[in-house]
């Protein structure tokens, strides 16, 4: 990875961690400086950001570079302050813990610049919705109206911040920018009043002159003219190229706008903002008395009308100061030079306190109301070390500043490094350095530090002057290695101070402070009477500054230096409880490359030993549980639990992930590993492993639901099973229940069989019957001569006994003849009872045997000559009838007929003469067909019992051919064969029968055999008979039955219907 990393740098190296040298100063400087004069100002130590002021626009800061950094491992691309800002933010939302980004460097590095940068990075990046687009607006647009009041243009920077600014961005677990808070530090107030040269006054004060229309510079009493306001000239450069006064008061009134200023707030805001102008140009004159008196009555006027206090008032509060004495209260008047003195301090109160208003304001606007938990990113631009050619109390603050920031850093870094490498029992070299604890004991130790001695100058009775305070430092300080002035100097020393002079070897070098004005400064003096006064404005905003509320000041308020002592402890508090990164900013000299101010901050800064620090120590360490909890998918037996501590959890994944003993260190609570390398390696395999897991769930809860699914199906099936063998068992009982009925009937009728016949014996009967003829039929004599060799047949044929043999010789005899054609000339003499029926039978036998299923069980059936009780009985009423049969009845029968169009079926008989076939309803004729007119009678091969009567077509009558359903189809088609003489007439056809519905119309029957005896119309429209398989000749009424039943809505036909459903 190292080596990619320099790969990657296309100058030097990205990684001052990375450099060779690593202890040389010089090569340090080589690297930035090789890397500035290629634009590239951004350098890593670690995760410590250095970089360079490049005074000109880079093309580095677009959306598509924030894109490019978005997500991405922070050493994966070249190092900028977006790597940074994105690194905070996922760190913030995976650990869910509150950060801090602390922004240092002198006065013009770059660090206002690179808050912003970060904060519109956040904009950018985080999720948006409208209402953290607001929020996110009201952050952006708080830094023009914060930077109009606070900041100014300074010899070092035109745009330098003359407050300290922290400000929290509250993000919620989403990440989302949901809110924020600004905390301010020590304003330079007195700029207000006083400028140096070159040096400009706040630039709200510009702007509003430059920018604001006719019409509101006419309400303040204000003129379009800086040069007019003593406050904005005392520096002789109101006017600047590089600052546009115009266009930013456009920016900063319309952002006011956004962050909820209401125009009353503006007015007054404006209003404020202009006294303080013409504050600045009120002027005191010497009354006879030696006493101030107010010259100028215009000013006075405006004041009083902005400020909406009495001119009486002000003027009284500008020129006098009350004294309490005892009970009573005295009005002593000032002398001009304390009249100017009280002014200025006024005008510096009241823009302090309105600076503090506004921070206020604009909290409330970035207010998050919602309480659930939220993460914190704190961005901490504060003034950077200072040192002018003089420096006073201001630049003693600010460096005070400097020094507690320093040592903060110190402690968050070296030292707790080196702390934390002990408490975690990891051998360790310590890395000299210097700690600066020393000066900051210097400045702020309680009693004997110098903001002590300060205090006490300012609070004690008698003279007290910024000398005395000079004379106590000495007396204090003396022989402090930090700590020099003129008198305590050698003498060489001595040559470059003054008397007044005190000098302070700073963390990053000296610098000598003259002592005119701390104390002063220090008090910040604003006389009890003129807060009175201010009490009394219209203006609602100073009426908020100056609170009924204020402790008054009998007890003095707390110094200057006290309170910013205070505020810099609760900064540190603050940033104490957060995860510190670092942006080191360098101002390497307007576009040039100083290489003696660079080194200047870098030793200032603390790069080297921060360097040093890192390449000693470890790059990375984490707490076991967390490092566990983010890396255990690699490992398969840390994965998804792992059961024993989190140290042997982790020993036990960096085994796993091949870690050499040298790369890593197990403390105590944590995990230290020594080179970026590394940890990349294992972020890289987890990123990789994440859409691994993915599948891997995805995988679990597709078979989860796939097994869901199963055990439906398998349910479902189950059920289907049940239902399936529960109605085959119905069928079986069935089955079972038939078999039990015939086997019954069957002993009945054996039981019965000696006795006449009837219902009981008759099928049993015609077993014994049948099943004798079927034996004999294999075991007839071979000659008609053998009388012997006759299979005895049982009791009830006993009377066959005598007549078979003549009924072998009859067949003999009749087969012979048929076969020789000759005519039997003496058939006669066998014409005894019987043969007539024998010879029915074998006409029977030649026209069906081996041609229709069914056939086999008519054999055993005796014909008889009618199958209707009497049918010249029934017939007789219908005598007048033309349709009476004519000739002698020869056989009657009854059957269905299906009607040749919709196949509705009906009851007829059918009635054989001499010379006709008739078809009968009841007592009524309904068909009569000629043997002549007969062309032919079709029947299928199967087992069912229809019979196709093919006519010739009469044109009188119109009819088609007939279809006939008969139980006894064999007797009724033998009979016809044999009385109309139509034996060849008579076929046996196999699938299909062709019949004429009317003459040029034809109708189908379609016979076919299935699980189930039906007779239905299809869907073609031809008839389909369905023959069950081996259906039995006995049960042959059934179909029959069945057929009607499924044609005609009888009762018969529901109880055979749910026959057949059981
Ligand atoms: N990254 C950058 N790109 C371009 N210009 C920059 C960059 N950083 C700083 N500058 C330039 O440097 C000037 C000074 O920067 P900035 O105001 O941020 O300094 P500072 O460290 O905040 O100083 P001070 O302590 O006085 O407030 C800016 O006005 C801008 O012109
Ligand atoms: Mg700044």
Avoid at 361 to 370: C, F, G, M, Q
Avoid at 413 to 430: A, D, R
Avoid at 595 to 604: A, N, S
Avoid at 613 to 623: E, I, N, S, T
Wanted: proline share 4%; hydrophobic share 35%.
């Amino acid at each position: 990875m190292e080596g990619a990393l320099t790969a990657r740098d296309r100058v030097g190296v990205q990684d001052l961690v990375l450099l060779e040298a690593h202890t040389s100063e010089t090569a340090l400087l080589d690297n930035l400086r090789k890397r500035f004069h290629e634009n590239l100002i951004y350098t890593y130590i670690g995760t410590l950001l250095v970089s360079l002021n490049p005074y000109k626009e880079l093309d580095t800061y677009s959306k598509k570079h924030m894109d490019t950094y978005m997500g991405v491992n922070f050493f994966e691309l070249p190092p900028h302050i977006y790597a940074l800002a994105d690194n905070v933010f996922r760190t913030m939302l995976s650990e869910f813990n509150n950060h801090f980004i602390l922004i240092s460097g002198e006065s013009g590095a770059g660090k206002t610049e690179t808050s912003k940068k970060v904060l519109q990075y956040y904009a950018v990046s985080c999720p948006n919705t409208s209402l953290l687009d607001n929020v996110r607006d009201r952050l952006l647009l708080s830094n023009p109206v914060l930077e109009a009041f606070g900041n100014a243009k300074t010899l070092k920077n035109d745009n330098s911040s003359r407050f300290g600014k922290y400000m929290d961005i509250q993000f919620d677990h989403q990440g989302g920018a949901v809110g924020g808070h600004i905390l301010s530090y020590l304003l330079e107030k007195s700029r207000v009043v006083h400028q140096n040269h070159g040096e400009r006054n706040f630039h709200i004060f510009y702007q509003l002159v430059a920018g604001g229309d006719d019409e509101l510079l006419r309400w303040l009493g204000l003129e379009r003219n800086c040069q007019n306001y003593s406050y904005l000239v005392q520096g002789d450069c109101a006017k600047v190229t590089s600052i546009n006064d115009k266009s930013n008061w456009k920016i900063v009134r319309s952002a006011l706008s956004i962050i909820e200023f209401s125009e009353k707030d503006v007015e007054q805001l404006f209003a404020i903002i202009a006294s303080v102008l013409h504050l600045g140009n009120v002027k005191f004159a010497t009354d006879a008395l030696g006493y101030a008196v107010l010259k100028n009555v215009p000013e006075l006027h405006w004041l009083s009308t902005l400020l909406g206090i009495p001119s009486q008032v002000l003027q009284q509060g500008l020129t006098h100061k009350k004294i309490e004495a005892k009970m009573e209260e005295v009005y002593s008047p000032f002398a001009v030079d304390h009249a100017l003195y009280a002014r200025d301090a006024l005008a510096k109160a009241i823009y302090g306190r309105t600076f503090n208003w506004l921070v206020n304001k604009v909290n409330e606007s970035l207010a998050n109301k919602d309480s659930s938990r939220k993460t914190v990113i704190g961005l901490l631009d504060i003034y950077g070390f200072e040192v002018f050619h003089v420096n006073s109390f201001e630049q003693f603050c600010i460096n005070y500043c400097n020094e507690k920031l320093q040592q903060l850093f110190i402690q968050l870094t070296l030292k707790s490094e080196q702390e934390e490498y002990q408490m975690e029992g990891i051998e360790w070299e310590p890395v000299p350095y210097f700690n600066n604890k020393i000066i900051c004991d210097l400045v702020e130790e309680k009693h004997r530090g110098i903001i002590s001695v300060l205090d006490e100058e300012c609070l004690r009775p008698g003279e007290a002057t910024d000398l005395t305070f000079l004379e106590k430092l000495e007396e204090k300080m003396g022989g402090h290695p930090h700590f020099v002035t003129h008198k305590l100097a050698d003498q060489k020393t001595r040559k470059t101070m003054q008397r007044g002079d005190f000098r302070l070897l700073h963390y990053a070098g000296e610098v000598t402070y003259c002592v005119v004005g701390f104390l002063d400064k220090n008090n910040d003096l604003l006389y009890r009477n003129v807060k009175e006064v201010m009490r009394q404005s219209k203006n609602t905003i100073i009426k908020h500054c100056f609170p009924y509320t204020e402790p008054d000041s009998k007890k003095r308020p707390e110094t200057v230096v006290t309170q910013f002592k205070g505020s810099l402890a609760g900064l540190t508090d603050v940033l104490m409880s957060k995860e510190p990164w670092y942006v080191r900013c360098i101002k390497p000299n307007d576009g040039r490359f100083d290489d003696v101010l660079v080194r200047h901050q870098v030793k200032y800064l603390g790069l080297m030993e921060h360097l040093r620090v890192r390449r000693a120590g470890f790059a990375y360490r984490r707490k076991y549980d967390i490092f566990l909890a983010r890396y255990k998918p690699l490992c398969p037996s840390t994965w998804p639990k792992w059961k024993g501590s989190a140290s042997e959890g982790v020993l036990c994944l960096v085994k796993h992930l091949g870690y050499k003993p040298n790369e890593y260190k197990m403390g105590r609570t944590k995990i230290f590993i020594r080179h970026p390398k590394t940890l990349f390696a294992t972020e890289d395999a987890f990123e990789l492993c994440k859409h691994d897991l993915a599948t891997r769930i995805q995988a679990k809860y597709k078979g989860y639901r796939a097994k869901g699914d199963y055990l439906k199906q398998r349910e479902a099936a189950t059920k289907i099973e049940n239902c399936w063998r529960g109605m085959m068992a119905r069928k079986e009982r069935d089955k079972r229940a038939w078999a039990v009925k015939v086997i019954k009937r069957f002993i009945k009728g054996f039981m019965m069989r000696n006795q006449p016949a009837c219902s009981d014996n008759t099928e049993y009967l015609a077993f014994v019957r049948q099943n004798y003829l079927t034996r004999l039929k294999g075991n007839l004599p071979k000659t008609l001569l053998d009388k012997n060799s006759w299979p005895t047949p049982p009791p009830i044929m006993q009377e066959v006994r005598g007549t078979l043999p003549f009924y072998l010789r009859f067949y003999y005899t009749s087969m012979v003849l048929r076969n020789s054609l000759l005519v039997v000339e003496d058939s006669q003499i066998y014409a005894e009872d019987g043969i007539d029926e024998l010879q029915f039978k074998a006409l029977t036998s030649s026209m069906f045997k081996g041609k229709k299923e069914n056939y086999p069980f008519s054999v055993c059936q005796p014909f008889q000559d009618t199958r209707i009780s009497n049918p010249h009985h029934r017939l007789t009423p219908l005598t007048p009838s033309p349709w009476q049969p004519s000739g002698s009845l020869q056989y009657s029968v009854p059957l269905v007929k299906y009607d040749r169009n919709g196949f509705r079926p009906r009851l007829r008989q059918l009635i054989l003469t001499q010379a006709a076939v008739y078809l009968v309803e009841e007592a009524k004729i309904k068909q009569r067909i000629d043997f002549n007119s007969l062309k032919g009678v079709s029947v299928s091969n199967l087992s069912d019992n229809f019979l196709i009567v093919h006519v010739v077509y009469d044109e009188t009558k119109q009819k088609g051919d007939l279809i006939l359903q008969c139980d006894y189809l064999f007797e009724a088609l033998t009979k016809l064969s044999h009385i109309g003489n139509k034996e060849s007439c008579i076929k046996v056809v196999q699938g299909s029968v062709r019949f004429d519905i009317q003459p040029g119309r034809e109708g189908f029957i379609d016979f076919k055999s299935g699980q189930e005896s039906m007779i239905y119309r299809s869907k073609n429209g031809h008839l389909m008979v369905v023959r069950m398989n081996g259906e039995s000749h006995h049960s042959s009424c059934t179909p029959i039955r069945r057929g009607i039943s499924k044609l005609i809505d009888s009762p018969v036909s529901q109880e055979s219907t749910r026959t057949r459903s059981r």
